[in-house]
């Protein structure tokens, strides 16, 4: 099975490698006009957007200058932090290889800076979705190196790769869902390698609860992508949360083990919307809605903020800039009801900002972007939020009885 979707040439980053593209359309949006309260449809006139300050001074009023932390790859990106704060891991194209690898590396969050990077994966294939788990000792990745074929498709990517090289074509984004993608875990060193998940058909874009008891992860076992749980300790117990016609995934518990928050396009072909769900499937709500794309949502770890890459997709003669937003949200198990307000755009920058997650402390942002020119390959970028800044600007969620 494959996705791809239209980018202009200097926003074809990579994307959730994994969801639609890793993500599905891998690149999305957020515009004002398409916000929805939880599960109240777009057209019941949802609140607008948080106003903002003119465009080339938005990101300084939330965010430090950014600092990239990656480098000597080809690309990288999909980052996400140890428990500790002290690595990080993510996927990146080594140079003469045409398939992302895991790497992981030291984070020193007083002074980011790009440090040596090591290989975890096996080195061949496709590989994505890296995730700590809760104590540090382990990595979770989906690979595709057990394909029996691995010889051949090496073979016809970098023939594609030398063919686009020659001609200087470039490629709308696109991302396989590979039917040889299985999870495994390792030791952040790369060994002791153990495969948790052996069906047939596509397994990845995988992440532990916060307590490790369970793990989410996505496949197209059923014939279309859902989100499914699993035994945190081995893959065992395999149970489906979502079975819906198209594309869910991208999937992440929240702090508290309540809730995972994912991405759909359920509603319209590519056009990824944001979902909140309870941890055992039932409750889901719509966050978002309209004619755009939403994608890659994530927790704050201390805070009732969900963030998320948006662009608007309602203009066909516009060109939609990928940009981070964020939202407010409250949230009671008990009743399956989940709410946000308005969200806040936090970035501006004319490249795609995409992918973005908190440390665990909340103190800092990272996400992927090509920042070091108008061509510039994809890498990590970091910065540190100004949360009081954003907790000012943030839109309240309006009472129940406002949305009613």
Not at 21 to 36: C, D, K, N, Q
Not at 205 to 218: N, Q, Y
Not at 325 to 341: H, K
Not at 394 to 400: G, S, T
């Amino acid at each position: 099975m494959r996705k791809t979707f239209n980018l202009s040439a200097s926003h074809r980053l990579l994307a959730r490698a994994a969801t639609l593209a890793v993500a599905a359309p891998l690149l999305s949006i957020l515009s004002p006009e398409t916000w929805s309260p939880a599960g109240k449809a777009a057209a019941e006139d949802p609140p607008r957007a948080a106003s903002v300050p003119a465009s080339r001074e938005l990101e300084a009023r939330y965010l430090a200058p950014p600092v990239k932390v990656t480098d000597g790859l080809s690309k990288a990106g999909e980052g996400y932090f140890a428990p500790d704060g002290r690595h990080i891991c993510y996927q990146g194209v080594p140079t003469g290889y045409p398939f992302y690898q895991i790497y992981v590396q030291s984070f020193d969050g007083a002074a980011p800076r790009p440090t040596p990077p090591t290989r975890v994966s096996p080195g061949r294939g496709r590989t994505t979705c890296s995730w700590f788990s809760p104590d540090g000792t382990r990595l979770l990745f989906a690979s595709s190196h057990p394909d029996p074929a691995i010889d051949k498709t090496e073979a016809d990517a970098k023939a594609q790769a030398e063919e686009d090289a020659r001609t200087g074509r470039r490629r709308r984004y696109q991302w396989d869902f590979d039917p040889h993608m299985d999870l495994f875990t390792s030791r952040p060193d790369g060994s002791d390698l153990q495969q948790l998940t052996t069906s047939p058909g596509y397994d990845a874009e995988c992440s532990w609860s916060p307590d490790g008891k369970s793990l989410l992860f996505v496949s197209d076992r059923d014939g279309d992508a859902d989100i499914y749980v699993a035994d945190g300790e081995d893959g065992g117990n395999v149970r489906q949360l979502t079975n819906a016609p198209g594309y869910d995934g991208g999937p992440f518990f929240s702090p508290d083990g309540h809730w995972i928050c994912y991405r759909s396009d359920r509603v319209e072909k590519d056009m990824l919307q944001i979902h909140v769900m309870k941890a055992d499937g039932s409750g889901d709500t719509a966050i978002t809605a309209g004619k755009g794309v939403h994608w890659a949502p994530f927790w704050h770890p201390t805070k009732p903020w969900l963030i998320w890459t948006g662009a608007d997709h309602s203009d066909p003669t516009q060109r939609p800039n990928y940009d981070l937003w964020v939202a407010r949200y409250e949230a009671d198990p008990a009743t399956g009801t989940f709410r946000t307000g308005a969200p806040l755009r936090i970035t501006d920058h004319p490249g795609a900002d995409v992918l973005p997650v908190f440390s665990p402390d909340g103190m800092l942002l990272m996400w992927t972007a090509g920042r070091d020119g108008e061509r510039s390959a994809s890498q990590l970028w970091v910065a540190r939020p100004d949360l009081d800044a954003i907790d000012r600007d943030l839109p309240a969620v309006a009472p129940v009885e406002a949305v009613r």
